[in-house]
Protein backbone atom coordinates (compact mmCIF):
# COMPACT_ATOMS: atom_id res chain seq x y z
CA UNK A 1 0.00 0.00 0.00
CA UNK A 2 1.11 3.76 -0.90
CA UNK A 3 1.44 5.64 1.97
CA UNK A 4 0.28 8.53 2.21
CA UNK A 5 0.32 12.30 3.67
CA UNK A 6 -1.31 13.46 6.87
CA UNK A 7 -3.64 15.21 4.93
CA UNK A 8 -4.40 12.51 3.08
CA UNK A 9 -5.05 10.23 5.47
CA UNK A 10 -6.87 12.62 7.73
CA UNK A 11 -9.26 13.17 4.31
CA UNK A 12 -9.58 9.15 4.17
CA UNK A 13 -10.73 9.43 7.81
CA UNK A 14 -13.23 12.07 7.92
CA UNK A 15 -15.33 10.30 5.40
CA UNK A 16 -15.35 7.42 7.09
CA UNK A 17 -16.78 9.10 10.22
CA UNK A 18 -19.04 10.98 8.15
CA UNK A 19 -20.06 7.86 6.65
CA UNK A 20 -20.87 6.71 10.42
CA UNK A 21 -22.88 9.14 11.33
CA UNK A 22 -20.53 11.35 13.29
CA UNK A 23 -21.32 15.07 13.28
CA UNK A 24 -17.98 16.87 12.73
CA UNK A 25 -15.93 13.95 10.83
CA UNK A 26 -12.99 16.12 10.07
CA UNK A 27 -12.33 17.71 13.57
CA UNK A 28 -12.81 14.04 15.23
CA UNK A 29 -10.30 12.77 12.51
CA UNK A 30 -7.98 15.68 13.74
CA UNK A 31 -8.32 14.79 17.65
CA UNK A 32 -7.79 11.18 16.80
CA UNK A 33 -4.44 11.81 14.08
CA UNK A 34 -3.46 14.47 17.19
CA UNK A 35 -3.57 11.63 19.78
CA UNK A 36 -1.28 9.69 17.63
CA UNK A 37 1.38 11.96 16.45
CA UNK A 38 1.51 13.04 20.08
CA UNK A 39 0.60 16.73 18.53
CA UNK A 40 -1.62 19.40 18.18
CA UNK A 41 -4.03 20.27 15.57
CA UNK A 42 -2.31 23.02 14.82
CA UNK A 43 0.82 21.10 14.02
CA UNK A 44 -1.25 19.16 12.02
CA UNK A 45 -1.76 21.74 10.15
CA UNK A 46 1.59 22.81 9.72
CA UNK A 47 2.65 19.12 8.45
CA UNK A 48 -0.04 18.24 6.41
CA UNK A 49 1.95 17.42 3.90
CA UNK A 50 4.06 15.32 5.06
CA UNK A 51 4.29 11.60 4.87
CA UNK A 52 2.14 9.73 7.59
CA UNK A 53 4.99 6.66 8.99
CA UNK A 54 3.42 3.32 8.63
CA UNK A 55 3.12 2.54 12.21
CA UNK A 56 1.29 5.60 12.83
CA UNK A 57 -1.23 5.28 9.63
CA UNK A 58 -1.96 1.86 10.92
CA UNK A 59 -2.54 3.01 14.84
CA UNK A 60 -4.88 5.81 13.46
CA UNK A 61 -6.66 3.64 11.54
CA UNK A 62 -7.73 1.54 14.48
CA UNK A 63 -8.76 4.28 16.92
CA UNK A 64 -10.58 5.69 13.42
CA UNK A 65 -12.43 1.85 13.34
CA UNK A 66 -12.87 2.32 17.07
CA UNK A 67 -14.61 5.67 16.38
CA UNK A 68 -16.87 4.83 14.36
CA UNK A 69 -18.53 1.97 16.31
CA UNK A 70 -19.32 4.50 18.22
CA UNK A 71 -16.96 4.42 21.03
CA UNK A 72 -16.71 8.32 22.44
CA UNK A 73 -13.63 10.06 21.48
CA UNK A 74 -12.58 10.47 25.21
CA UNK A 75 -11.94 6.97 25.56
CA UNK A 76 -10.44 6.12 22.43
CA UNK A 77 -8.14 8.83 23.22
CA UNK A 78 -8.24 8.43 27.17
CA UNK A 79 -8.60 12.29 28.23
CA UNK A 80 -10.86 14.56 28.22
CA UNK A 81 -10.33 18.61 28.92
CA UNK A 82 -12.57 20.36 31.95
CA UNK A 83 -12.20 23.44 33.02
CA UNK A 84 -9.36 23.87 31.65
CA UNK A 85 -7.38 20.68 33.16
CA UNK A 86 -6.27 17.31 31.67
CA UNK A 87 -7.99 14.37 33.02
CA UNK A 88 -7.93 10.88 32.31
CA UNK A 89 -10.95 8.95 31.72
CA UNK A 90 -11.87 5.27 31.36
CA UNK A 91 -14.62 2.92 30.97
CA UNK A 92 -15.26 3.28 35.00
CA UNK A 93 -15.75 6.77 34.95
CA UNK A 94 -18.74 9.03 33.13
CA UNK A 95 -16.73 11.59 30.59
CA UNK A 96 -16.88 14.53 32.53
CA UNK A 97 -19.38 17.30 30.25
CA UNK A 98 -18.91 21.01 29.51
CA UNK A 99 -22.32 21.92 31.66
CA UNK A 100 -20.87 20.43 34.66
CA UNK A 101 -18.50 22.84 34.44
CA UNK A 102 -21.65 25.30 36.11
CA UNK A 103 -21.11 24.07 39.10
CA UNK A 104 -17.55 24.78 39.62
CA UNK A 105 -18.43 28.42 38.64
CA UNK A 106 -21.16 28.83 41.04
CA UNK A 107 -18.70 27.18 43.77
CA UNK A 108 -15.61 29.32 42.68
CA UNK A 109 -18.32 32.57 43.13
CA UNK A 110 -19.73 31.83 46.19
CA UNK A 111 -16.16 30.92 47.79
CA UNK A 112 -15.01 34.15 46.73
CA UNK A 113 -17.93 35.93 48.06
CA UNK A 114 -17.63 34.45 51.45
CA UNK A 115 -13.93 34.89 52.00
CA UNK A 116 -14.34 38.83 51.12
CA UNK A 117 -17.35 38.65 53.51
CA UNK A 118 -15.54 37.23 56.59
CA UNK A 119 -17.77 34.78 56.88
CA UNK A 120 -15.28 31.79 56.09
CA UNK A 121 -11.74 30.77 56.87
CA UNK A 122 -12.14 27.42 55.05
CA UNK A 123 -13.83 25.97 52.86
CA UNK A 124 -14.62 21.84 53.47
CA UNK A 125 -16.29 20.32 50.91
CA UNK A 126 -17.78 17.03 49.60
CA UNK A 127 -18.21 16.05 46.14
CA UNK A 128 -20.73 13.26 45.91
CA UNK A 129 -20.08 10.58 43.04
CA UNK A 130 -17.03 12.14 41.88
CA UNK A 131 -16.22 10.09 38.71
CA UNK A 132 -12.75 11.41 37.16
CA UNK A 133 -12.71 13.35 40.21
CA UNK A 134 -13.31 16.37 37.88
CA UNK A 135 -15.10 18.67 40.09
CA UNK A 136 -13.78 17.86 43.29
CA UNK A 137 -9.74 18.20 41.44
CA UNK A 138 -10.75 21.53 40.08
CA UNK A 139 -12.38 22.93 43.14
CA UNK A 140 -8.98 21.78 44.82
CA UNK A 141 -6.54 23.60 42.36
CA UNK A 142 -8.83 26.77 42.39
CA UNK A 143 -10.06 27.17 46.11
CA UNK A 144 -7.24 28.44 48.51
CA UNK A 145 -6.94 26.08 51.43
CA UNK A 146 -10.11 23.83 50.11
CA UNK A 147 -10.28 20.11 51.53
CA UNK A 148 -12.20 18.33 49.83
CA UNK A 149 -13.62 14.48 50.98
CA UNK A 150 -14.58 12.84 47.16
CA UNK A 151 -17.01 9.89 47.24
CA UNK A 152 -17.81 7.25 44.72
CA UNK A 153 -19.56 4.37 44.86
CA UNK A 154 -17.08 2.14 42.67
CA UNK A 155 -13.48 1.39 43.42
CA UNK A 156 -12.35 1.93 40.04
CA UNK A 157 -13.66 5.18 39.52
CA UNK A 158 -12.03 6.41 43.14
CA UNK A 159 -8.69 4.96 41.65
CA UNK A 160 -9.24 7.27 38.12
CA UNK A 161 -9.58 10.21 40.29
CA UNK A 162 -6.52 9.93 42.67
CA UNK A 163 -4.47 9.14 39.48
CA UNK A 164 -5.77 12.58 38.01
CA UNK A 165 -5.51 14.58 41.64
CA UNK A 166 -2.12 13.21 41.65
CA UNK A 167 -1.21 13.98 38.04
CA UNK A 168 -2.82 17.63 38.86
CA UNK A 169 -0.86 17.75 41.90
CA UNK A 170 -3.97 18.07 44.53
CA UNK A 171 -3.36 14.76 45.96
CA UNK A 172 -3.03 16.42 49.48
CA UNK A 173 -5.99 18.15 49.59
CA UNK A 174 -8.37 15.67 48.81
CA UNK A 175 -9.86 12.32 50.96
CA UNK A 176 -11.47 9.35 48.97
CA UNK A 177 -13.90 7.43 50.14
CA UNK A 178 -16.00 4.87 48.99
CA UNK A 179 -19.69 4.32 49.41
CA UNK A 180 -23.28 5.46 48.60
CA UNK A 181 -23.08 9.35 49.25
CA UNK A 182 -23.14 10.66 52.57
CA UNK A 183 -23.25 7.11 53.59
CA UNK A 184 -20.06 6.64 53.24
CA UNK A 185 -18.73 8.56 56.11
CA UNK A 186 -21.49 6.79 58.21
CA UNK A 187 -17.78 4.97 60.21
CA UNK A 188 -16.14 8.12 60.43
CA UNK A 189 -16.10 9.86 63.83
CA UNK A 190 -16.20 12.75 64.38
CA UNK A 191 -19.02 13.32 61.90
CA UNK A 192 -17.26 15.37 58.25
CA UNK A 193 -19.33 18.37 57.92
CA UNK A 194 -19.33 20.49 54.88
CA UNK A 195 -20.13 24.09 53.60
CA UNK A 196 -19.85 23.30 50.32
CA UNK A 197 -21.93 20.19 48.92
CA UNK A 198 -21.54 19.58 45.16
CA UNK A 199 -22.67 16.60 42.86
CA UNK A 200 -23.41 15.32 39.63
CA UNK A 201 -24.98 12.43 40.46
CA UNK A 202 -26.85 9.49 37.96
CA UNK A 203 -29.96 11.37 37.06
CA UNK A 204 -31.23 9.39 34.08
CA UNK A 205 -34.73 8.04 34.11
CA UNK A 206 -36.05 4.28 33.03
CA UNK A 207 -36.73 6.21 29.72
CA UNK A 208 -34.18 8.33 29.23
CA UNK A 209 -31.98 5.14 29.52
CA UNK A 210 -33.69 3.44 27.00
CA UNK A 211 -33.48 6.47 24.23
CA UNK A 212 -29.63 7.33 24.75
CA UNK A 213 -27.98 8.01 21.90
CA UNK A 214 -25.56 4.67 21.39
CA UNK A 215 -21.96 5.75 22.07
CA UNK A 216 -23.43 6.76 25.89
CA UNK A 217 -25.54 3.47 26.39
CA UNK A 218 -22.85 1.11 24.78
CA UNK A 219 -19.79 2.84 26.56
CA UNK A 220 -20.59 5.03 29.33
CA UNK A 221 -20.85 3.35 32.95
CA UNK A 222 -24.58 2.40 33.62
CA UNK A 223 -23.91 3.25 37.25
CA UNK A 224 -22.76 7.02 36.75
CA UNK A 225 -26.47 7.44 34.51
CA UNK A 226 -29.23 5.58 36.03
CA UNK A 227 -30.98 7.41 38.65
CA UNK A 228 -33.91 5.06 39.25
CA UNK A 229 -36.97 4.82 37.60
CA UNK A 230 -37.76 8.44 37.82
CA UNK A 231 -34.09 9.49 37.84
CA UNK A 232 -34.74 11.06 41.19
CA UNK A 233 -33.38 8.42 43.53
CA UNK A 234 -29.91 10.59 44.30
CA UNK A 235 -31.80 13.02 44.92
CA UNK A 236 -34.05 12.04 47.30
CA UNK A 237 -31.10 9.80 49.15
CA UNK A 238 -28.87 12.74 48.89
CA UNK A 239 -31.65 15.58 50.73
CA UNK A 240 -32.43 12.74 53.02
CA UNK A 241 -28.49 12.92 54.43
CA UNK A 242 -27.87 16.24 53.94
CA UNK A 243 -29.39 17.82 57.56
CA UNK A 244 -26.89 15.90 59.68
CA UNK A 245 -24.13 16.91 57.05
CA UNK A 246 -23.92 20.48 56.39
CA UNK A 247 -22.23 23.38 58.26
CA UNK A 248 -24.24 27.19 58.24
CA UNK A 249 -23.84 29.40 56.27
CA UNK A 250 -23.48 26.41 53.23
CA UNK A 251 -23.86 26.10 50.10
CA UNK A 252 -25.36 23.22 47.83
CA UNK A 253 -24.85 22.74 44.21
CA UNK A 254 -26.27 19.80 42.09
CA UNK A 255 -26.78 19.04 38.32
CA UNK A 256 -29.95 17.88 37.31
CA UNK A 257 -31.04 16.26 33.99
CA UNK A 258 -33.11 17.95 31.71
CA UNK A 259 -37.14 18.57 33.40
CA UNK A 260 -36.29 17.50 36.67
CA UNK A 261 -36.29 21.54 37.89
CA UNK A 262 -39.66 21.32 39.65
CA UNK A 263 -39.62 17.90 41.32
CA UNK A 264 -35.76 18.38 42.34
CA UNK A 265 -36.75 22.28 44.06
CA UNK A 266 -39.49 20.21 45.85
CA UNK A 267 -37.10 17.63 47.48
CA UNK A 268 -35.07 20.45 48.11
CA UNK A 269 -37.97 22.86 49.71
CA UNK A 270 -39.15 19.58 51.76
CA UNK A 271 -35.49 19.31 53.51
CA UNK A 272 -36.74 22.70 54.98
CA UNK A 273 -32.74 23.71 54.95
CA UNK A 274 -32.59 26.49 52.39
CA UNK A 275 -32.91 29.96 52.41
CA UNK A 276 -33.32 30.55 48.80
CA UNK A 277 -32.90 27.79 45.55
CA UNK A 278 -31.86 29.32 42.22
CA UNK A 279 -31.15 28.14 38.84
CA UNK A 280 -28.19 28.11 36.25
CA UNK A 281 -29.14 26.70 32.52
CA UNK A 282 -27.06 25.41 30.59
CA UNK A 283 -25.75 26.70 27.00
CA UNK A 284 -28.99 24.89 25.20
CA UNK A 285 -30.86 27.01 28.09
CA UNK A 286 -32.15 23.91 30.23
CA UNK A 287 -31.82 24.58 34.13
CA UNK A 288 -29.57 22.25 34.89
CA UNK A 289 -27.49 23.41 37.95
CA UNK A 290 -29.58 23.91 41.80
CA UNK A 291 -27.87 26.51 43.60
CA UNK A 292 -29.34 25.76 47.62
CA UNK A 293 -28.24 28.58 50.24
CA UNK A 294 -28.09 27.51 53.76
CA UNK A 295 -28.30 30.22 55.90
CA UNK A 296 -25.77 31.22 58.98
CA UNK A 297 -26.51 29.96 62.37
CA UNK A 298 -29.28 32.04 64.29
CA UNK A 299 -27.64 34.28 66.82
CA UNK A 300 -27.58 32.77 70.21
CA UNK A 301 -29.67 34.24 73.09
CA UNK A 302 -28.14 37.37 74.14
CA UNK A 303 -25.95 37.25 78.03
N1 LIG B 1 -25.33 14.42 31.36
C1 LIG B 1 -25.33 13.01 31.15
C2 LIG B 1 -26.12 12.65 29.91
O1 LIG B 1 -26.98 13.37 29.53
C3 LIG B 1 -25.91 12.30 32.34
C4 LIG B 1 -25.01 12.46 33.50
C5 LIG B 1 -25.68 12.11 34.77
O2 LIG B 1 -26.58 11.27 34.85
N2 LIG B 1 -25.22 12.75 35.78
O3 LIG B 1 -25.84 11.67 29.32
Known sequence: MRSHTIEEALQRASFCLEKAGLEQPRMEAELLLSHVLQSDRLQLFLN???ELPAKSAEQFERLVRRRCAGEPAAYITGEKYF?????????????????TELIVERALHWSDRQKAAGNLKTVSCVDLGTGSGAIAITLALKVPGIRVRAVDISGDALEQAAENA???????????HRGSYFKAFREICPRPR??????????????????????IREFEP????????????????????????VLKPGLVLLEVGAGQKEQVEDL???SGLFATVSWYSDLAGHPRVMEGKIPGPEPGPRE
Not at 229 to 237: A, Q, V, W
Open 48 to 50: REE
Open 83 to 99: FGSRFKVNKSVLIPRPE
Open 166 to 176: AALGVKDKISW
Open 194 to 215: FNLVVSNPPYLSKWDMESLPRD
Open 222 to 245: PGALYGGEDGLDSYREIFEDLPGY
Open 268 to 270: ALE
